[in-house]
């Protein structure tokens, strides 16, 4: 006889009805003619129209993607390199302070980050002029910082699970260690460092605290862009960006879940190959 | 080149200590080229220890090894012509069984050419060029252990170190590939080191075993040498089974010993050990098999009067449980080499029976 | 001769020097330090100067004014139990809701599963200020969201407790709801980890000695998800309770929490000093029971 789990499915109903009833809310209000959004007014892609021609949008747009681009990419070189240095150095001068520096980002409140990053560059451009002005680059630095802490928790996690021998087995056969991390270590950690990337460049494209602390004129980013409009009240082209960034994330994801579930039959194939091998 | 007389790899007093710890205790070791030799012994006995040594991964605490005349000391992992195949095989999970083969191959001066023809030779060698473009994980076990092999010889070693190297496959497949071993080792005549905590492993693949035990070496020898003269009780023990006993040594005549064994209820003739004084304690062992069961008197020294207690059926041979009229219980098998199943056996229950061995047999030991 | 030394030197410990130096001293300048700056601005005080900080000279070279305020005027002391009690009512809700889910996750068929763990994660690769944006719409006074509640409100409470419309949005309410909105993923992942490590014969064996389904849980599941529940906790509790976002958008201005007394401290009043002393105290408060938490789980492990 099989139990039922009629509370617990019943849940999941509920759970799921109330993570995307908002989103699904946001969608169909955002194709309302009406400014208001208790009236419908009929349908249209007014907003869509409008958020298309509006210059401001655009350039925030592109200056959010060149900061995570940058700031991921460098997150996950300093990130990985932490995480290995981790995993595979259980004893160095300093490293209790370290890994302390390595889990600290992930759970100071962002307004502190935010603060302490902001007097952090004031002091700075007194001290020693640097940095003149406060924009891509004091952000970028920012971001670089409590984003490369996540991309460390990944590696960190997926090296302590990966044989060691085989690093071994390569510096047996005549690489020197850094050679050894060139040709096994990251090629085989490279989906963890691959996810680590595409984390980064998440937080990173979300971030509105940090970023509204860290910047200066003239540097605005889509989420500060929106923080500035969604603080003064709700407004339909907000509701036409919204679903466009979901519907990007969703295909994204339907994309990664079609590769995964083929990499999985892949892998399944394989291995009949090798039973079949065996006998 | 090696100096004549000078051995291919010497290890000198070597010492490892981990913290507090002694993994390896003063072991030195003299291995001829060409020679398979096993470090054979239980978990935490040192030999893996050892083995890292060898390859480089760990740093003795003090001692030194030799390998062809040079000192190895302070030599890094990848300098040194001494190549290991890992318990674990340590495939290269995104490299082809011939990139795997080929990697040690990036370091040595060669043309693409010869890199490849070199990659060829290897996996003819271990038959596997039919599945030289595969990944590990679409393969054997057995096939992944023989592309280990395959990658560790590619460079040419001097020495190849092999950690538990059958430890991973089945039994069947463990046979097949000792001789397979065997007959690599005998074609490419490197030096094999095997770590191995099986002994019968270490028996059929070794020309010569070191049994170790706690970091120490107990005794090095040929694998009859070992099995046959045990210098001690841990050795004895370890390797094939044993029964012993307590004696006390009496007499030595005609280059035998006299003992008197209180548990087999009288006296003993053993093949004579240098060393033991007479009045001294020792221990007297005997294999299983050397123990010959019959139902008369047989014309031996060393026979006693018992009653079958029990007895285990095997099909190849048997094994009775003797009580001796002195109480004293002893295990001893007889080969079933008549056709006949379990009425042809040399006794049954209860059956009154002989106990007799030979005094070459028999193995005396001083602790 | 000397480029041959370097180069034995990377070889053999450089590489891993610099592979452990480079996020280090990174982390130690980009981090550490205006952590410390922080500290430092916190026993300051606060001049109309730029930058708005001073040291010595006519005052104090170490004033704990900051301090002071912070745990003894009513303001901050206020926000600071708005912030931890509201952090505390989204963290056990967001259990409630998230430990059925994450337990029904468990129990669905593989392919079911993988469908649902997606959709669970979906809203968290969507942007945060969105998720917020979109409560910002439903809970408005004209959306159909709120003129349903009101409609359901007035059908069953007597006569005068009729409204025209519920007054959700700038409430304590508000944040609550978006609260465990936005951080209910974070709940249900780490929960569903350690719930679906357990081994089903377990819950079997405990049927089979004749315990109820009920029983069950509370014998063999719950005791041994407390993991889960802890890690879920945290990743809820701590950054709600230094939570900006919500509260300046559907928050009650009236009854400020502590992360944006500390942002208005900061940017409006530029009181520096008074900002990094309750940055603080925040920091003592929430990271404090984290630490005392890890270090009696270390102490119980080693007694094992």
Known sequence: MKRRHTFLITMLCFGFAFFYIPILSMIVYSFNASRLASVWGGFSTKWYVSLFSNKQVIDALILSLEIALVSATLATILGTMAGIALARFPVFRGRLLFSGLVTAPLI????????????????????IGWPGQRGFTTVTLAHITFSMVFVTTIVQARMLQSDRSIEEAAMDLGSKPWQVLRDVTIPVIFPAVLSGWLLAFTISLDDVVITSFTTGPGSTTLPLLIWSKVKLGVTPDINALATLMVSVVAVGVVIAGIVMNRAEHRRQRDEQMAFRANG | MTAAGEPFLRIENISKFFGPFQAVKDVSLDVAKGEIFSLLGGSGCGKTTLLRMLAGFEEPTSGRIFLDGRDMTGVAPWDRPVHMMFQSYALFPHMSVEKNVGYGLKHERMSADEKAARVREMLELVQLLPFAT??????????????????????????????????????????????ELMSIQQRTGVTFIVVTHDQEEAMTLSDRIAVMDKGEVKQIGSPGDVYEFPNSRFVADFIGSITSFPATILARQDAQLRLSVPALGGEVLARDVPGLNEGQDATLAIRPEKLLISKDRPDEVNAFEGTVKDLAYFGKDSLYRVILRSGALVQAHAVNARRGGEAARAADWDDKVWISFAPSSAIVLAE | MRAKRLARWFDTKGWSDLLIAAPYVWLVIFFLLPFLIVVAMS???????????????????????????????????????????????????????????????????????????????????????????????????????????????????????????????????????????TYLPFMILPLYASLERLDPTLDEAALDLGSRPWQVFLDVTLPQSIPGIVAGGMLVFIPAAGELVIPTLVGNAASPMIGRVISDQFSSARDWPMASAIAVVLLVLMVGPAMLYSHFQAKAEGAK
Request: charged share 15%; hydrophobic share 50%.
């Open chain 2, 134 to 179: 595969r990944k590990p994980h679409q393969i054997s076990g057995g096939q992944r252990q023989r592309v280990a092999l395959a990658r560790a010889l590619a460079r040419q070693p001097k020495l190849l170190l092999l950690d538990e190297p059958l430890a991973a496959l089945d039994k069947k497949l463990r046979e097949r590939t000792q001789f």
């Open chain 3, 43 to 181: 026993v300051g005080t606060k001049t109309p100067t730029a930058p708005p900080i001073s040291f010595g000279g006519e005052h104090p070279w170490v004033s704990l004014q900051g301090y002071v305020r912070a745990v003894t005027d009513t303001l901050y002391f206020r926000a600071f139990i708005t912030s931890l009690v509201s952090a505390g009512i989204a963290t056990v809700l967001c259990l409630l809701i998230g430990y059925p889910m994450a337990l029904g996750l468990t129990r669905v068929s593989k392919s079911w599963r993988n469908i649902l763990l997606m959709l669970v994660i979906l809203p968290f690769w969507t942007s945060f200020l969105l998720r917020v944006y979109a409560w910002m719409g439903l809970m408005g006074r004209s959306s159909w969201f709120n003129e349903g509640v009101t409609r359901i409100w007035n059908a069953i409470v007597p006569q005068g407790w009729a409204v025209d419309f519920m007054p959700m949005m700038h409430s304590n309410f508000a944040v609550v709801l978006v609260m465990v909105y």
């Open chain 1, 108 to 127: 100071m409140p962002e307004v502190i980050t935010g603060i302490s990053s902001l007097m952090f560059f004031i002091l700075m451009a007194q001290w």
